[in-house]
Protein backbone atom coordinates (compact mmCIF):
# COMPACT_ATOMS: atom_id res chain seq x y z
CA UNK A 1 0.00 0.00 0.00
CA UNK A 2 1.17 3.51 -1.04
CA UNK A 3 1.37 6.47 0.94
CA UNK A 4 -1.57 8.14 -0.59
CA UNK A 5 -3.65 5.00 0.10
CA UNK A 6 -2.70 4.92 3.78
CA UNK A 7 -3.38 9.02 3.89
CA UNK A 8 -6.73 8.19 2.33
CA UNK A 9 -7.76 5.35 4.38
CA UNK A 10 -6.39 7.77 7.29
CA UNK A 11 -9.11 10.66 6.08
CA UNK A 12 -11.71 8.32 5.29
CA UNK A 13 -11.83 6.75 9.12
CA UNK A 14 -11.44 9.89 10.59
CA UNK A 15 -14.38 11.11 8.55
CA UNK A 16 -16.93 8.21 9.81
CA UNK A 17 -15.50 9.25 13.05
CA UNK A 18 -16.87 12.91 12.81
CA UNK A 19 -19.69 11.75 11.50
CA UNK A 20 -20.46 9.23 14.29
CA UNK A 21 -20.17 11.59 16.92
CA UNK A 22 -22.05 14.20 15.16
CA UNK A 23 -24.70 11.06 14.79
CA UNK A 24 -24.84 10.69 18.75
CA UNK A 25 -24.98 14.54 19.16
CA UNK A 26 -28.08 14.67 16.92
CA UNK A 27 -29.59 11.68 18.53
CA UNK A 28 -28.78 13.27 22.18
CA UNK A 29 -29.96 16.65 21.37
CA UNK A 30 -32.50 16.62 17.85
CA UNK A 31 -32.71 19.50 15.86
CA UNK A 32 -33.48 23.22 16.34
CA UNK A 33 -30.69 24.06 18.23
CA UNK A 34 -28.56 27.05 17.13
CA UNK A 35 -25.31 26.06 15.37
CA UNK A 36 -23.10 26.67 18.05
CA UNK A 37 -24.38 24.32 20.38
CA UNK A 38 -23.83 21.53 18.12
CA UNK A 39 -20.37 22.81 17.25
CA UNK A 40 -19.96 22.80 21.09
CA UNK A 41 -20.86 19.56 21.63
CA UNK A 42 -18.86 18.30 18.33
CA UNK A 43 -15.33 20.26 19.73
CA UNK A 44 -16.21 18.28 23.14
CA UNK A 45 -16.14 14.84 21.43
CA UNK A 46 -13.24 15.09 19.33
CA UNK A 47 -11.20 16.35 22.22
CA UNK A 48 -12.75 13.82 24.79
CA UNK A 49 -11.26 11.30 21.80
CA UNK A 50 -8.09 13.20 21.33
CA UNK A 51 -8.52 14.15 17.90
CA UNK A 52 -7.11 17.44 16.93
CA UNK A 53 -8.69 19.87 15.52
CA UNK A 54 -8.94 23.88 15.53
CA UNK A 55 -12.12 26.24 16.00
CA UNK A 56 -13.25 29.41 13.71
CA UNK A 57 -10.01 29.11 12.00
CA UNK A 58 -9.61 32.05 10.37
CA UNK A 59 -9.63 31.73 6.35
CA UNK A 60 -7.46 34.42 4.51
CA UNK A 61 -8.10 35.00 0.46
CA UNK A 62 -5.10 35.45 -1.95
CA UNK A 63 -5.81 37.48 -4.28
CA UNK A 64 -3.37 39.09 -7.21
CA UNK A 65 -0.51 37.80 -4.83
CA UNK A 66 -1.61 39.08 -1.33
CA UNK A 67 -3.24 37.89 1.42
CA UNK A 68 -6.65 39.62 2.56
CA UNK A 69 -8.44 38.80 5.56
CA UNK A 70 -12.30 38.76 4.38
CA UNK A 71 -13.63 37.33 7.45
CA UNK A 72 -14.03 33.98 6.68
CA UNK A 73 -13.73 31.26 9.35
CA UNK A 74 -13.85 27.43 9.04
CA UNK A 75 -16.31 25.65 11.73
CA UNK A 76 -13.88 22.99 12.40
CA UNK A 77 -10.69 21.63 10.89
CA UNK A 78 -10.02 18.21 12.10
CA UNK A 79 -6.19 17.06 12.19
CA UNK A 80 -5.51 19.54 9.16
CA UNK A 81 -6.95 17.50 6.61
CA UNK A 82 -10.77 17.66 7.18
CA UNK A 83 -12.68 21.22 6.63
CA UNK A 84 -16.27 20.63 8.94
CA UNK A 85 -18.90 23.33 8.03
CA UNK A 86 -21.50 23.36 10.55
CA UNK A 87 -25.47 23.96 9.62
CA UNK A 88 -28.67 24.43 11.49
CA UNK A 89 -30.99 25.33 8.90
CA UNK A 90 -34.08 24.58 7.46
CA UNK A 91 -32.40 23.19 4.15
CA UNK A 92 -28.78 23.30 2.63
CA UNK A 93 -28.65 25.54 -0.14
CA UNK A 94 -26.26 25.58 -3.12
CA UNK A 95 -24.23 28.27 -1.75
CA UNK A 96 -23.44 26.11 1.35
CA UNK A 97 -22.06 23.82 -0.87
CA UNK A 98 -20.19 26.27 -3.20
CA UNK A 99 -18.94 27.36 0.07
CA UNK A 100 -17.47 24.27 1.20
CA UNK A 101 -15.94 23.61 -2.50
CA UNK A 102 -14.51 27.00 -2.47
CA UNK A 103 -13.18 26.28 1.64
CA UNK A 104 -11.51 23.22 -0.34
CA UNK A 105 -10.02 24.83 -2.66
CA UNK A 106 -8.62 27.66 -0.75
CA UNK A 107 -7.09 25.43 1.95
CA UNK A 108 -5.72 22.53 -0.14
CA UNK A 109 -7.26 19.90 2.56
CA UNK A 110 -8.57 17.01 0.91
CA UNK A 111 -12.12 16.22 2.56
CA UNK A 112 -15.17 18.43 3.45
CA UNK A 113 -17.65 17.53 5.18
CA UNK A 114 -21.28 19.76 5.52
CA UNK A 115 -23.52 18.71 7.96
CA UNK A 116 -26.36 20.45 8.65
CA UNK A 117 -28.22 19.56 12.38
CA UNK A 118 -31.30 20.88 11.77
CA UNK A 119 -33.23 17.36 9.51
CA UNK A 120 -35.25 14.40 11.62
CA UNK A 121 -32.30 12.23 10.72
CA UNK A 122 -28.94 12.98 10.70
CA UNK A 123 -27.45 11.09 7.36
CA UNK A 124 -30.17 13.42 5.57
CA UNK A 125 -28.10 16.39 6.45
CA UNK A 126 -24.46 14.97 5.54
CA UNK A 127 -23.14 15.94 2.66
CA UNK A 128 -19.27 14.94 2.22
CA UNK A 129 -17.21 16.18 -0.77
CA UNK A 130 -13.86 15.63 -1.82
CA UNK A 131 -11.15 18.18 -3.13
CA UNK A 132 -10.67 17.76 -6.89
CA UNK A 133 -7.17 19.08 -6.52
CA UNK A 134 -6.14 16.88 -4.16
Same mark, same amino acid.
Given at each position: ???????????????????????????????????? !?? #??? /????? $??????? @?????????????????????????????????? !?? #??? /????? $??????? @??????????????????????????????
Amino acid at each position: MNHRDTETQRINSLSERIIGFCIEIHRTLGPGLLES !AY #EEC /LCFEL $ASADIEF @KRQQPLPVEYKGVRLDCGYRLDLVVEDLIVIELK !AV #ERV /LPIHQ $AQLLTYL @KLTGLPLGLLINFNVPLLKDGITRRKNGNW
